[in-house]
């Protein structure tokens, strides 16, 4: 099991009043993102458990662009992974930030 | 919790998540979880093996509306682990169970899916589900109705099976398999002569919700959607037997004559045949619709056991 923590600054607050949503499911190739509005409105956390260990580097990456499309500011998001691709994990971290901001996901 | 998910009300039960078929099934905005995601309660287990967690363990419990009325709610998650019985995943139920105990009367769904005990857990699992069948028989003594509903892509196996068995009455649709040892399971145990897990058509026909339904299993037929499971919930809460000795009774005996008219029979389209369908091979294809009609004149579901 690794664990991953990033950081970052981001430019907007995400929208909404909603304080948390949880989205996917942990399942093969699969993972659920629990997002939490606990943090200051220009902050963000993703915290990471994660089965498949080595890929960092990858998962940094993932962050950093999720970051920068979507700019989730004020949100701590928190994953359990069960070994979900770069591709799945983007588009788990867009679902679960639109459900945080209340539109249907 | 306030959880957001997207549910057409025309959804497939079988292809939504437990979460979907929560808030489908209850009046919008009603459902109150307990021991939500954000409390991290996981299994103290699956660390152990490397495998992962999930933030509910799988099973989400709570209460909400039901046409207006109050009902408690547990739904099963059968995407994660098979939906598997672990230590917590059961707690949460058997607490939700209990709870409904000492209100009383308020009436209780379970959402199955499941393959059954989950392995890595393998006491603590087991233990859960003799604690969550003491908990069912409690409960509906003090005037319960324990209702199961059945249609996931796990269907509902092992402690599970044994669970239902407990309950008032269950709902079950097509896709929804009821049973205590898997396919697999009899093939590994009793030889592919006994039991070929790898013919589709057998498994359904002796496992899946219309052979259930035919048979007493089941209850109540629901087609596979929300809206067809809600209509189910509300019927059978509304019809569910008094938990008596009298009740016991008279599902002992009927279980009885159950064996005595088809335990001799080899395949379920014997026991459809001697029922009195007159095209049993036609069953498995029939339509939601026809297969209703077909079912009550074959025999209206009994409320009297169980």
């Known amino acids: 099991m690794e664990q991953l923590n990033y950081r970052h600054v981001a430019a907007k607050r995400a929208k909404g009043t909603q304080s948390q949503a949880l989205v996917g499911v942990v399942a093969s190739g699969n993972l659920e993102v629990l997002v939490e509005r606990t943090l200051p409105d220009d902050e963000c956390e993703i915290d990471i458990r994660t089965v498949v260990e080595g890929f960092g ?24 992974d069960g070994g979900a691709r770069p591709d799945m994990v983007a588009l788990r971290l867009a679902q679960a930030v639109r459900a945080v901001e209340g539109e249907r996901s | ?12 039960w079988y292809e939504a998540s437990a ?5 489908g099934l209850l009046d919008k905005d009603s459902f109150v979880e307990f021991i939500g995601p954000e409390q991290r309660e996981t299994s103290p287990h699956l660390s152990l093996f490397n495998l992962p967690e999930q933030f509910d363990d799988g099973m989400i419990v709570g209460r909400g509306r039901l046409d207006g009325a109050p009902v408690w709610i547990a739904a099963q998650e059968g995407r994660f682990m098979g939906g598997a019985f672990g230590e917590v995943h059961g707690a949460k139920l058997t607490g939700l169970l209990r709870a409904a105990r000492d209100i009383g009367s308020m009436p209780l769904l379970i959402l199955f899916d499941t393959g059954g005990v989950r392995l890595q857990e393998a006491n603590a699992g087991e233990l859960a589900i003799a604690e969550i069948m003491r908990a069912v028989i409690e409960a509906r003594l003090a005037g319960v109705p324990v209702i199961g509903l059945v249609g996931g892509r796990a269907g509902c196996y092992g402690g599970g099976g044994l669970v239902a068995g407990c309950c008032s009455a269950l709902a079950v649709s097509e896709q929804g398999r009821i049973g205590v040892s898997g396919p697999e399971v009899i ?8 039991f ?18 035919l048979i007493g299993g089941a209850e109540r037929f629901a087609d596979d959607s929300v809206d067809s499971f809600r209509e189910a919930a509300r019927y059978l809460v509304a019809r569910a037997p008094a938990m008596s000795m009298a009740t016991l009774e008279a599902e002992q005996s009927r279980l009885e004559r159950r064996i005595a008219r088809f335990g001799d ?42």
């Open chain 2, 1 to 12: 919790m306030n959880i957001n998910v997207a549910t057409p009300v025309s959804a497939s």
């Open chain 2, 19 to 23: 979460r979907q078929r929560l808030s």
């Open chain 2, 265 to 306: 029979l080899d395949d379920a389209l014997d026991i459809w045949r001697s029922m009195g369908a007159r095209d049993a091979e036609a069953i498995p294809g029939m339509t939601y619709q026809d297969f209703v009609v077909l079912a009550n004149q074959l025999e209206e579901p009994r409320h009297d056991a169980r």
């Open chain 2, 187 to 194: 093939e590994t145990n009793r030889g592919i002569e006994e």
């Open chain 1, 57 to 80: 580097e990858v998962w940094r990456a993932v962050v950093a662009d999720f970051v920068e499309r979507r700019s989730p500011g004020g949100l701590k998001l928190s994953i359990n």
């Open chain 2, 196 to 213: 070929d897990s790898k013919d589709r058509a057998l498994v359904w026909r002796t496992m899946g919700g219309k052979h259930r339904r």
